[in-house]
């Protein structure tokens, strides 16, 4: 299954991905630095500041700064990957940046029902522009 995260709600495609992965599905997310992020920017902005604070950086928690690794990372949270179920699953979730050659010639879906257009308020941020944010060096 291929998901095209353009525009789609941060958390409602992790848990639709956590499921389908749990079922043994294989999913590839395409565009996951155009997911949106609901919420107030300087909220948000300081939310994931305290997190990259939070710890030693030798021993962790790790975050990353790079889209397709961010949204695997919050994929992750959704799944008990401590377990060997949810490990198998989490392998089974690949997060890209744009589209890869391999998969231009397939039709990604699109998830309806966690379209921005959800959104009661125009509240949000772009994945993309949070990882510039944090130190990420995107274009």
């Known amino acids: ?15 639709h991905a956590a499921k389908k992965a749990l079922l043994g599905e294989k999913i590839d997310i395409v565009n996951c630095e155009n997911s949106i992020i609901s919420g107030d920017k300087k909220t948000i902005l300081d939310d994931y500041k305290a997190k990259f604070k939070r710890g030693i950086p030798s021993k962790g928690p790790f975050f990353y700064k790079l889209p397709d690794m961010f949204v695997k990372r919050s994929i992750r949270g959704m799944l008990p990957y401590k377990k060997e179920r949810g490990k198998t699953a989490l392998k089974n979730i690949k997060c890209h940046i744009g589209v890869p050659e391999s ?24 994945v993309k522009d949070l990882c510039n944010h944090l130190g990420a060096n995107l274009k």
């Open 1 to 15: 299954m291929i998901i095209d995260a353009n525009n789609i709600i941060l958390g409602r495609l992790g848990t």
């Open 103 to 126: 998969l231009r010639d397939k039709k990604p879906d699109t998830l309806s029902n966690a379209n921005i257009s959800k959104l009661p308020n125009s509240k949000y941020m772009k």
